[in-house]
């Protein structure tokens, strides 16, 4: 692995099914991020980690949840999909202590809910 | 609330030069960076600034004026490739990046 890696790639989901969206990193950063994408709308952050077994709410958390049992990992879990939450979604992370917040992206995971 | 305003679209010709403008409105400031996206690709950074002034990396330059909340993203000798979209980001005081919504950026030959 190098850098971050996100599965699966692309998606269908029936809506009002369970799905849970993965993301991990081998770079150590102590901060990872969910971001929600859609056409003419700026990146959103959904949850964010600042360390491990600690989680926040970003700008759009509802109907999603994370968990951040170690480092590397950062699971993004949509309990029941509804059809607004088809979008393309990034995991980030960053190292806090670099001064920059730098983020660096995964390749993304392309969800439709019909 | 938090705001950043960067042009949706913007067109130019392989080898000339672009500026594309980011404002921002944002409780507090720690840095504002731009990304550069491709179609269909994770964002990737090109650009962070902190202090006012300008930071100069290759074909690509980026400044910051604080006091105006305004920074722009200088692209040089465009080429081809340089299509995609440029995204403005900032820094707030929560240490949590406040996104445009990107310009995409169409060159033409």
């Known amino acids: 692995i190098a850098g971050i890696t996100q599965a699966p790639t692309s998606q269908i989901l029936a809506a009002g099914r369970r799905m849970t969206l993965r993301c991990t990193q081998d770079m150590r950063h102590n901060a990872m991020y969910w971001y929600r994408q859609d056409l003419g709308l700026g990146l959103r952050l959904i949850h964010y980690s600042n360390t491990a077994g600690t989680t926040g709410k970003g700008e759009v958390p509802d109907g999603y949840s994370v968990s951040r049992a170690n480092t590397d990992d950062f699971p993004l879990t949509l309990a029941s999909a509804v059809p607004s939450q088809t979008s393309v979604y990034f995991c980030a992370s960053s190292d806090l202590s670099s001064g920059t917040n730098e983020q660096f992206f995964g390749p993304g995971t392309r969800l439709t809910v019909l | 609330g938090q705001n950043i305003d960067q042009p949706t679209e913007m067109t130019a010709t392989e080898g000339a030069i672009v500026q594309i403008n980011c404002t921002y409105q944002t409780s507090g400031f720690n840095g504002l960076f731009w990304y550069q996206q491709h179609a269909g690709e994770a964002p990737t950074f090109l650009s962070y600034?902190?202090l006012d002034g300008l930071e100069e990396k290759g074909r690509f330059s980026s400044f910051l004026s604080r006091s105006k909340g305004y920074s722009y993203l200088l692209l040089k000798e465009l080429q081809m490739k340089d299509s995609a979209s440029y995204l403005c980001a900032v820094l707030d005081s929560n240490y949590q990046l406040i996104w445009g919504a990107g310009t995409k950026l169409i060159i033409k030959p």
């Open positions: 600034n902190v």
